[in-house]
């Protein structure tokens, strides 16, 4: 299954390796899309994120978990 997500990242958050643990934690493959952010500012990306529907939402539920804002887009 294959989502698309736009994520607020806080300024607390941006050095955070959460990519990373969706990949490793969550068995996810992100894509980055779009990226407005910087490792002194908060800021959002555009992904797409694929996996198991399952996969998907304890990866979601680990970035709400974590202070990032995640919307679902088309």
């Given at each position: 299954?294959?989502?698309?997500?736009?994520?607020?990242?806080?300024?607390?958050?941006?050095?955070?390796?959460?990519?990373?643990?969706?990949?490793t934690e969550y068995?996810?493959?992100p894509n980055i899309?779009?990226?407005?952010?910087?490792?002194?500012?908060?800021?959002?990306?555009?992904?797409?994120?694929?996996?198991?529907?399952?996969?998907?939402?304890?990866?979601?539920?680990?970035?709400?978990?974590?202070?990032?804002?995640?919307?679902?887009?088309?």
């Amino acid at each position: 299954m294959l989502k698309k997500l736009q994520l607020e990242v806080p300024l607390h958050r941006v050095r955070d390796a959460f990519l990373y643990r969706m990949v490793t934690e969550y068995r996810l493959q992100p894509n980055i899309l779009e990226a407005n952010i910087g490792p002194d500012r908060s800021g959002s990306l555009i992904v797409t994120v694929e996996g198991t529907l399952q996969d998907l939402e304890r990866g979601i539920l680990f970035l709400r978990e974590n202070d990032i804002i995640v919307n679902e887009t088309d």
